[in-house]
């Protein structure tokens, strides 16, 4: 980012959320790959220069949009776990409720969805500072497993992971440490429990289930369910989520 003085004052006005809100709303129409700075000036009714003095390449405008979406997606997962546990729920209906959260953002954000769920950007490659924002929504689901696994709530695995571990160190920090047996592959299997979780909204915002099944939302409380038996955890459908 440039550090001038133009840059500074351009912060200092509020041109970046100015800027960021065009963008956003042109997400939809013209996908990541086709956002311009010219694109996002003109619909802003900004002058390009003035659009650079804040991001002055595309790729800096994209960083941002990626850091805030990342940033609330996970924040409206984190919210949604305090909620269900300031009411002292189970980590399944604890679970439920955060991917239900993400959900809602997803629909209502689908643009910024596909910006960090959907197919690369061309040419673009996002930078270190994503990491952390990215590492939101894997955070609240790894913390909830954690949970479940302290207060006895998981079901042992019926097919135990075989051979070694196939983590990086990132995700065992991320996770606390690998549990002992027999929940040794418990970090694993959330893993598939994310990675399905996204494939399902993935599926569901870009309309891939609407001609399969009669109700897409309690589709997907079904799917979660059925994905969270992979760590062993009983997840509520249904109206009952206590």
Do not use: C
């Amino acid at each position: 980012m440039d550090d001038s003085g133009t840059s500074v004052a351009a912060w200092s006005t509020g041109l970046p959320a100015t800027i960021k809100d065009s963008a956003r709303q042109l997400l939809p129409k013209v996908g990541a790959g086709g956002l311009t700075l010219d694109a996002v000036a003109a619909s802003s009714g900004l002058a390009v220069t003035e659009v650079e003095a804040v991001f002055p390449h595309r790729d800096d405008l994209l960083t941002a949009l990626v850091i805030d979406a990342y940033d609330a997606s996970g924040a409206a997962m984190e919210q949604a776990d305090r909620a269900a546990g300031d009411a002292g729920a189970s980590a399944g209906t604890r679970l439920l409720a955060v991917t239900r959260a993400l959900r809602t953002w997803s629909f209502a954000n689908p643009g910024e969805f596909t910006l960090i769920y959907g197919s690369p950007v061309p040419e673009y490659h996002a930078p270190q500072e994503t990491v952390p924002p990215a590492s939101r929504t894997p955070a609240v689901l790894a913390g909830i497993v954690r949970a479940a696994l302290e207060a006895g709530e998981l079901t042992p695995p019926g097919r135990p992971l075989t051979g070694p571990s196939l983590l990086l160190p990132e995700a065992v920090e991320l996770f606390g440490g690998v549990p002992e047996a027999p929940f040794s592959d418990v970090v694993e299997r959330g893993i598939v429990l994310w990675s399905s979780l996204i494939g399902l909204l993935v599926f569901q915002v870009f309309s891939r289930t609407h001609d399969s099944v009669r109700d897409e939302s309690a589709f997907f409380d079904f799917a979660v369910a059925v994905a969270a038996e992979s760590i062993g955890l009983v997840v509520p459908t249904g109206d009952n989520t206590d």
